[in-house]
């Protein structure tokens, strides 16, 4: 079974009703977009209130939004994309940016994460995004990657 699409979501009048609260916009032109085909714009609008999750460095930066149990996910490099119905599925477009610490050698650049999941999870998520040796802030403490996970630095 596929997902639904964001303008899915919307045909149900429950889900309608909390975008147009939760974002402020009028219903005309939610409905407008919508004919408009212009998904992104509306998804967009969440980020702001509902973003969980973003990650930045000075060469770019991804996120997370989730709203009301659906999930977006984007990157610099890549678009907006959702909903996915599950935190796993939202971030596998931008796992590559995650997992990069083994790949690269990450110490020339600032990593830093905000996150509203318990820090348990977010390190979970995060475990391989710099090198080991390197330092990530996470919600303003700094963890040092180490061969067997972060501890505060």
Not at 6 to 34: C, N, V, W
Not at 48 to 67: A, H, K, L, M, Q
Request: charged letters at 25%; a negative charge; aromatic letters at 12%.
């Amino acid at each position: 079974m596929t997902s639904p699409t964001f303008k899915e979501l919307m045909d149900d009048p429950q889900l309608r009703a909390h975008y147009i609260k939760d974002t402020g916009i009028s219903k005309a032109r939610l409905l407008r977009s919508l004919k408009a085909d212009d998904e992104f714009s509306l998804i967009y609008e969440l980020r702001e209130d509902f973003t969980v999750f973003s990650y930045s460095t000075e060469n770019g930066d991804c996120e997370v939004i989730d709203w009301r149990g659906h999930y977006f996910s984007k990157s610099e490099w890549d678009p907006l994309t959702g909903p996915y119905p599950t935190l796993d599925e939202a971030l596998e477009p931008i796992r590559y940016l995650l997992q990069c610490g083994d790949q690269c050698d990450t110490d020339s650049v600032t990593h830093t994460v905000y996150s509203l999941w318990p820090n348990k999870q977010t390190l979970e998520i995060i475990r391989s995004l710099v090198s080991v040796g390197d330092v990530v802030q996470v919600n303003g403490t700094k963890y040092r990657r180490t061969k067997t996970g972060y501890v505060v630095a």
